[in-house]
């Protein structure tokens, strides 16, 4: 489905989305702080079974002011996994808040932005490799793992910085 458009949020709603906000940011601020103060303990990951629409959702209503303003729409298409997603919840909201919101960046007014999820076979015997394609191929038959792509209208990025997109500090 797609966003586009006003909405009209209650208090309720309002107080809800803010402190689903603040729960994030609290969360982000911890780990920056662990970061800071070179605190190398071990972490176990926080892996439970997701929701991934749920999740989805949530990443959205983050960023729909930012999209609303700019009369970007969002178009999600989620294709359920074959089983159970394992993943820490509040680590993929993050991470697609972040993509979202470099999204919104890059993307003219009135542009588009597409969230695509699918099952992906990932063969780890691959997974040196620095060709993302050969990490991961479309294999609904023997998938083992699932992909979600962002796209956006915006102008894209000059071939010749492909190489470095990836490093520290970089934005192209």
Request: aromatic fraction near 6%; glycine fraction near 6%.
């Amino acid at each position: 489905g797609g966003t586009r458009g006003q909405f009209n949020f209650s208090g309720g709603e309002l107080l809800r989305r803010r402190r689903c906000s603040t729960i994030r940011l609290s969360a982000l601020a911890t780990a920056l702080l662990d970061l800071s103060a070179n605190h190398h303990h071990e972490r176990r990951p926080n892996m439970q079974k997701i929701n991934l629409e749920k999740s989805r959702e949530q990443a959205i209503r983050e960023i729909s002011p930012v999209a609303l303003e700019l009369h970007i729409e969002i178009r999600t298409e989620l294709q359920t996994p074959p089983g159970s997603v394992m993943f820490n919840p509040s680590h993929i909201e993050q991470v697609l808040v972040n993509l979202l919101e470099n999204a919104c960046k890059f993307t003219p007014k009135y542009g588009l932005i597409e969230v695509l999820g699918y099952p992906v076979s990932w063969d780890r015997s691959e997974a040196r490799s620095k060709d993302p394609a050969a990490m991961m191929a479309v294999a609904l038959d023997r998938s083992n793992a699932y992909r979600v792509d962002i796209r956006d209208s915006g102008p894209g990025i000059i071939p010749a910085h492909f190489d470095q997109i990836f490093e520290e500090y970089t934005s192209y």
